[in-house]
């Protein structure tokens, strides 16, 4: 009873006290109003843009950086009179909800998508601080940097950097190679979304000194899809000098797909559409919409999918890109490459619910996807000993995860590190792995955005928080592990690596 009635004489008192205060308001004497800063405006080349200020950054959002030409290069973006309004992200490009069934329905019906957003903590105070532009996950085939999700305030803030993120051409209309079937007016639409990726390069470095960013120090990085994008980036000539440092986030790409192969697949999404070669130069003309149910027939018909992502085309994309060797058009440029524990739980699990039931019984069957099948019973067998006690779906994730992710991340890093001992100027790279299981995930968090930002401003990931972190070298393997404590470990994962090591390298395609 006394608490409740503290709880009434409380509110009782409240309209006295709001009434007192009020009160004392109109007593003290009028103060000017302060001032509101206006709205943050950056001339570009093409044109003024107005951002906003959101917890103190400046926002740029949906800013044109190029116009997209269907199944061909990007064009110049056209310039603009007066000032430009920058407060909402541009539109997500042309996908599938999903890219595979049972959603596989259009998310958006416009080519016009090609825009970037920016967040800075000041602009035109010559600040030159370190740029760092996100590649958005999806593979090849979806995703958008118009998420709120992607938001770079936090990073932005904490490193006193300068935040990027890319809307890029995707699917069918980023990656469908044309070449053979049509001609060489189209050489280069299947690489067309990389090219989308080096022309938001290109505004960056004619751009980014306005926004407060040095076009000298620029890294890409990614997660997943986006580093892929990264590993191509790496092995494109037109590329090159647009950007300093690069972090691939379990996304190592290694090989890209050849001419023939993505012959056939633009083949297949000719003939769900009802055309054939002849009819090549009709697409441009098709709507959007109607290249996109023709995706959705492709990706819901029986069978292997096709698969519509960079083609070693000798043109853009002359080799691999990380097939056989380390690309050398990228050989001055420093790299990060790593993996999370479990990748696959999400790249596999998300689509196949059923694998966290699997059963003893089922997990060989299960795994003659992703292993050769006579290997099958000998690697499930060796990561029982590694792993005793595991459920059949910890072990189908580990061993998936090892094979999709892992061994792709170690192959990539062996061979920048060979490179760097073979070729004179070659950058170094570090090699890290993130458990993430621990009580404290924003510790976890915490520790990676500092040496990202660390690296992205020096070339190296050193920070007060981490152990010494040495180069990824062949002999030694040094890895940084990040956990509750982070450490490094000499060869990480050193048994499955070998275990796995006789195998031929699982070919990712996204």
Known sequence: MQARRRSILGLAAAPIALSAIDAAARAAPRRAPTPVAPPPVVETHRGKVRGAVEDGIKVFKGIPYAAAERFHAPRPAGGW??????????????????????????????????????WTPAIRDHGKRAVMVWLHGGGF??????????????????????????????NVFGFLYLAHLGGAAFAESGNAGMLDIVAALHWVHENIASFGGDPGNVTIFGQSGGGAKVSTLMAMPQARGLFHKAIVQSGSHLEGLTPEEATRYAATYLAALDMKASDVPRLSRLPVAALLA?????????????????????????????????????????????????ETTNLIGAAHPEDFALTDTALPNRLIPWLPARDVNRVIAGFRELMPGAAAADLFFAITTDRRVRQQAWAQ???KAVQGGATQ???????YAMLGTGPAPQLIADQMSAAWIAFARTGK???????????????????????????????????????????????VLR
């Open 81 to 118: 009179s007066g000032v430009r309004d920058a407060l909402a992200f541009g539109p997500t490009c042309p996908q599938l909800t999903r890219p595979t069934p049972p959603a596989s329905r259009p998310a958006e019906a416009t080519d016009d998508c090609l825009t970037l957003n920016v």
């Open 141 to 170: 085939s979806a995703g958008s940097a118009s998420r709120s999700v992607l938001d770079g305030t936090r990073l932005c803030q904490r490193g006193n950097v300068v935040v990027v993120t890319v809307n890029h051409r995707l």
């Open 294 to 342: 023709g995706l959705g027939k492709v990706m819901q018909a029986p069978g292997p999918k096709p698969n519509f992502s960079p083609v070693v085309d000798g043109i853009v994309l002359p080799k691999g890109p990380w097939q056989p060797d380390a690309p050398p058009v990228s050989a001055a440029v420093p790299m990060l490459i790593g993996s999370t524990a479990t």
């Open 413 to 415: 890093a062996e061979r």
């Open 425 to 431: 100027g070659a950058a170094p790279v570090w090699l």
């Open 461 to 507: 990931p050193d920070t007060t928080g981490l152990p010494p972190w040495p180069p990824f070298t062949l002999a030694q393997r040094a890895t940084m592990v990040f956990d509750t404590t982070p450490r490094i470990v000499n060869d990480y994962r050193g048994q499955e690596r070998a275990m796995l090591a006789s195998l031929p390298l699982y070919r």
